[in-house]
Nanobody, 126 residues
Framework: QVQLVESGGGLVQAGGSLRLSCAASGRTASAYAMGWFRQAPGKEREFVTAISWSGGATYYADSVKGRFTISRDNAENTVYLQMNSLKPEDTATYYC???????????????????WGQGTQVTVSS
């Protein structure tokens, strides 16, 4: 069993930055791939970014490439999402997820993640 707790959300002006954290607990947390998904009001949950269990591979949605960076510290069982040049369309609830993902084309699919956090709100004002 893995528990995930996100933090770091908040209100920021367009062009600003935020850093989200996701603290994982559980003996096998560091063995899982980690992902960030987001859901805006009235929209479906969408993939943002993911990182392999080792941190050696990262994947990004086209909408955030060059602006967002995912990283992980397995010693601290924490994954980070650095978000720069934020836009109003980045406004959403951001969810951290963990799962035994290994196939490249599975990282962006929520189906392959077994554990989810409660979410943290990010609001970008124009």
């Amino acid at each position: 069993q893995v528990q995930l707790v996100e933090s770091g959300g908040g209100l920021v002006q367009a062009g600003g930055s935020l850093r989200l954290s996701c603290a994982a607990s559980g003996r096998t947390a560091s063995a899982y791939a980690m992902g960030w998904f987001r859901q805006a009001p009235g929209k479906e949950r969408e993939f943002v970014t993911a990182i392999s269990w080792s941190g050696g591979a990262t994947y990004y949605a086209d909408s955030v490439k060059g602006r967002f960076t995912i990283s992980r510290d397995n010693a601290e069982n924490t994954v980070y999402l650095q978000m720069n040049s934020l836009k109003p369309e980045d406004t959403a609830t951001y969810y951290c997820a963990a799962g035994p993902v290994h196939e490249r084309n599975h990282y962006s699919r929520s189906y392959y993640y077994d554990y989810w956090g409660q979410g943290t709100q990010v609001t970008v004002s124009s």
